[in-house]
């Protein structure tokens, strides 16, 4: 569709701020961000709707607007609900780089204009689609009045014949229709994920069908809006956070106008997608500043008002303060700098959901922030029990994997690894700090181990390491010393870096190729500097044990 025939919608409430003699430019699809960069998930030919969060003040137009400019989008969209007028700043920049600029009414939410668009772009293609969509407009609205996903299938199998469900990356169940037919089992679901993400991580051309039990299933990515199918990415920027679409019908003999209709469709799922991930910002939030009030030393009542905060938001109705648990995970990618830190908080925030449950909002309960390559989930928990055996109730590392472990060791194929780290349960804000240095040695543990997906609970853990906290400083002085005096000494006198080596060779989980890259060194001129540390303390750093003992003595220090 043209950006003219916009502006010819009055109920999108869209005002021209500039570009008045690009209106003839054509929108392939629709994308709503508030990143600085969102690059990554564009594919050109996009009308970008915003809110503007990205903008802390006027620098900040220039490289959002060249960016886009950059990637080929056709226009953008900023909404007024935010800062009132659009910025002057943002105005200019899109009229140096000839972007049209359209500013948003406040009364008109972004899921309206996606809606329009994807219907348009649709309609041209397959006109079955554009009327589907045009007969059940509540189906992109929230509340009791909608029904997201499910209302989208129950209209593919009533006018379309086709039944289908959208599953998560961990193989569970986010929406199926209602009205047809029995359930899609665990198990299948499971199934389906893991060859849809091994046939995305080996570069199939989607859909992908798969042949199981019998019945032929044809799989579609589920992207953000805006992204086209046949875009090409490094797939392991979202492979284990993308949602998928599975229909009940072999795709190879379509014509492509059904083929169209179906990515249509996924177009019209992932505003639901989108939608869910705003409804996670607070909560995300909530854990961000938890986790940075712990981490900067904050006093105890000051996180615990932190704490008072968040529990009624992700436990309603709790009478009293709950107890908590957090959960530490990180994914690590051989030979590639992907950022891992949003990749593990997507993932996490998934793990993290009863794998029973179905629908795409059971996860209210969880706040998950990322640092750097990590996500740290705060689980809260309304008690915690104590089994007839001594165990304690609340999350179990073991049990978390259990269900999700094979569709992500597919996710994963033979360069990524997903560690997880899970702590005891604390009950107040003095113990959380113990809890996230808890949960990361945990984290450690379960790196020390084979496979693609491991984890480990604060069970797994030495005594020391659970008294760490209350190691009198005599102690701690003595146990650093014996480990690290003879590589300060070292290195005063021969500047050869063996701490900060030590430090990264740690830190990369001991992966040569990892901590090579990391400090721009050669990988024999590491094995060098380790064996060197190794000589000079009488340790060996391919035992877990000795490992341990210099990443604490690193803590310590």
């Known amino acids: 569709m043209r950006l003219r025939a916009l502006l010819d919608t009055d109920a999108l409430g869209l005002k021209l701020l500039g570009?008045?003699?690009?209106?003839?430019?054509?929108?392939?699809?629709?994308?709503?961000?508030?990143?600085?960069?969102?690059?990554?998930?564009?594919?050109?030919?996009?009308?970008?709707?915003?809110?503007?969060?990205?903008?802390?003040?006027?620098?900040?137009?220039?490289?959002?607007?060249?960016?886009?400019?950059?990637?080929?989008?056709?226009?953008?969209a900023a909404g007024e609900a935010e800062l009132g007028d659009v910025p002057e700043d943002l105005v200019a920049a899109c009229a140096r780089h000839r972007l049209p600029l359209f500013a948003v009414h406040e009364s008109v939410a972004f899921a309206t204009i996606t809606e329009h668009v994807v219907r348009q772009v649709s309609g041209e293609r397959a006109g079955d689609l554009a009327a589907v969509v045009d007969r059940h407009r509540r189906m992109m609205t929230s509340g009791p009045a909608g029904g997201g996903p499910d209302v989208v299938l129950d209209l593919l199998g009533s006018d379309l014949d086709l039944r289908a469900w959208v599953l998560s990356p961990t193989g569970r169940l986010i929406a199926g229709p209602k009205a047809s037919g029995p359930a899609l089992p665990a198990e299948a679901c499971g199934r389906l994920t893991a060859e849809h993400l091994t046939a995305t991580r080996t570069g199939r051309r989607a859909p992908h069908r798969v042949l199981l039990g019998g019945t032929t299933y044809s799989l579609f990515p589920i992207r953000s809006t805006g992204r086209s199918p046949q875009a090409a990415r490094d797939a392991r920027e979202t492979v284990l956070s993308d949602w998928l679409l599975a229909v009940e019908a072999d795709a190879g003999d379509w014509a492509e106008e059904r083929l169209d209709l179906l990515y249509g469709v996924t177009q019209l799922i992932a505003v639901e997608?989108?939608?869910?991930?705003?409804?996670?910002?607070?909560?995300?939030?909530?854990?961000?500043?938890?986790?940075?009030?712990?981490?900067?030393?904050?006093?105890?009542?000051?996180?615990?008002?932190?704490?008072?905060?968040?529990?009624?938001?992700?436990?309603?109705?709790?009478?009293?303060?709950?107890?908590?648990?957090?959960?530490?995970?990180?994914?690590?990618?051989?030979?590639?700098?992907?950022?891992?830190?949003?990749?593990?908080?997507?993932?996490?925030?998934?793990?993290?959901?009863?794998?029973?449950?179905?629908?795409?909002?059971?996860?209210?309960?969880?706040?998950?922030?990322h640092t750097g390559d990590e996500a740290i989930a705060?689980?809260?928990?309304?008690?915690?029990?104590?089994?007839?055996?001594?165990?304690?109730?609340?999350?179990?590392?073991?049990?978390?994997?259990?269900?999700?472990?094979?569709?992500?060791?597919?996710?994963?194929?033979?360069?990524?690894?997903l560690t997880l780290g899970v702590s005891a349960a604390v009950h107040s804000a003095e113990g959380l700090r113990g809890a996230l240095?808890?949960?990361?040695?945990?984290?450690?543990?379960?790196?020390?181990?084979?496979?693609?997906?491991?984890?480990?609970?604060?069970?797994e853990l030495a005594s020391h390491v659970l008294l760490l906290p209350f190691v009198p400083d005599d102690v701690r002085r003595a146990f650093t010393a014996r480990l690290l005096d003879p590589l300060r000494d070292y290195?005063?006198?021969?500047?050869?870096?063996?701490?900060?080596?030590l430090e990264a060779f740690?830190?990369?989980?001991?992966?040569?190729?990892?901590?090579?890259?990391?400090?721009?060194?050669?990988?024999?001129?590491?094995?060098?500097?380790?064996?060197?540390?190794?000589?000079?303390?009488?340790?060996?750093?391919?035992?877990?044990?000795?490992?341990?003992?210099?990443f604490l003595a690193l803590r310590m220090s």
């Not at 240095?437 to 604060?458: F, L, N, Q, S």
């Not at 290195?491 to 080596?501: G, V, Y």
């Open 19 to 76: 570009g008045e003699d690009e209106l003839d430019r054509t929108v392939r699809g629709v994308m709503t961000t508030d990143l600085r960069d969102p690059s990554r998930y564009l594919s050109g030919g996009e009308l970008v709707l915003t809110g503007l969060a990205w903008r802390r003040d006027a620098a900040d137009s220039e490289p959002f607007v060249r960016i886009l400019v950059q990637e080929g989008v056709t226009a953008l």
């Open 273 to 369: 997608r989108d939608r869910r991930e705003t409804a996670r910002t607070v909560r995300r939030r909530l854990a961000q500043e938890v986790l940075e009030l712990v981490q900067t030393g904050a006093a105890p009542g000051e996180i615990a008002a932190r704490l008072r905060v968040a529990a009624p938001v992700l436990l309603p109705g709790l009478g009293a303060a709950p107890h908590w648990q957090v959960v530490v995970a990180r994914v690590d990618w051989d030979g590639a700098e992907i950022e891992g830190g949003p990749v593990a908080q997507a993932l996490l925030e998934e793990i993290l959901v009863d794998p029973l449950s179905a629908g795409p909002e059971p996860s209210d309960r969880i706040a998950v922030a």
């Open 378 to 417: 705060l689980v809260p928990l309304p008690a915690v029990s104590t089994e007839h055996d001594g165990s304690e109730t609340g999350v179990l590392a073991d049990a978390l994997l259990e269900s999700v472990r094979d569709p992500l060791t597919a996710g994963l194929n033979d360069d990524g690894r």
């Open 437 to 459: 240095e808890e949960a990361r040695h945990a984290r450690r543990v379960a790196a020390a181990r084979p496979g693609r997906v491991c984890a480990a609970g604060h069970q």
């Open 491 to 501: 290195d005063r006198r021969h500047r050869a870096e063996l701490i900060p080596t």
């Open 506 to 550: 740690l830190d990369c989980d001991g992966s040569w190729t990892r901590c090579a890259a990391r400090l721009h060194l050669h990988v024999n001129t590491l094995r060098y500097r380790v064996g060197r540390i190794e000589q000079l303390t009488s340790r060996d750093l391919s035992r877990l044990e000795d490992k341990l003992d210099f």
